[in-house]
């Protein structure tokens, strides 16, 4: 069974701090996707990343930045210099590599808020 | 940019009515998608759609539920008897293919109240 998990719940910093938001994953699979989305507080989901599991390479867009460890099953994400347009609920999500139509798995999502 | 597009985007209903929540899901997108995320919990996976049928659905899609794709264009998701605890927010997403690029492409939601 494939589970992600997303043990900090709420994180509040203020503008300009940079902030990282921990995702751990299990699966039994030795190939699948790992993605990050974000929720404003609008409702949308919005895409970020998405990142296979034989790429072990760090990402960096902008402000953001993802790492990437397969060894810990971790698969985190920094917001450098925090703005408060960040503010929203972060999910991790994890998806089969192969298999028609294989489902995301989300993590409960972390709401992070960043004060002026 | 392409998007998807769901429709309404809030619905109010009396238990044990029908709801029916749509979707338009980008033109050239093949595989298609209901989530659905109780408020302030995860986002959970409902059903998937290929080729005009059913890929994949997990528990909470029972007898209750059904999708539909009527046309070239729109995916409809039915509740056939709402019940209380169908009260959430229904997203709808649709993907170009499985595999590389597989990313799914979210709509904004349809927040179902039902009372």
């Known amino acids: 069974a494939q589970k992600v998990t997303q043990a900090q719940t709420e994180i509040s910093v203020v503008e300009k701090e940079d902030v990282t938001l921990d995702c751990v994953y299990e699966t039994r699979d030795t190939t699948y996707y790992l993605f990050w989305y974000k929720q404003p507080p609008s409702g949308e989901l919005v895409f970020l990343i998405r990142r296979n599991s034989f790429d072990e390479q760090n990402e960096i867009s902008g402000r953001y930045s993802w790492n990437f460890q397969k060894s810990t099953s971790s698969f985190n994400f920094t917001i450098t210099a925090s703005q408060v347009v960040d503010s929203a609920v972060y999910f991790c999500a994890l998806k089969k590599y192969t298999g028609a139509n294989s489902k995301l798995t989300f993590g409960k999502g972390i709401t992070l808020s960043v004060r002026p | ?115």
């Open chain 2, 1 to 115: 940019e392409p998007e998807v597009t769901q429709t309404p985007s809030h619905q109010v209903t009396q238990m044990g009515q029908e709801v029916i929540l749509r979707c338009v899901p980008i033109s050239n997108h093949l595989y298609f998608y209901w989530y659905r995320q109780i408020l302030g919990q995860k986002v959970e996976f409902l059903v998937s759609f290929y080729n005009n049928e059913i890929s994949e659905k997990s528990e909470i899609f029972d007898d209750q539920f059904s999708v539909e794709r009527p046309d070239g264009s729109n995916f409809t998701l039915k509740i056939r008897s709402t019940k209380l605890e169908d009260s959430a927010m229904y997203f709808c997403a649709s993907s170009v293919r499985e595999g590389l690029g597989g990313e799914l492409f979210f709509g904004s939601g349809t927040q179902l109240s039902v009372l």
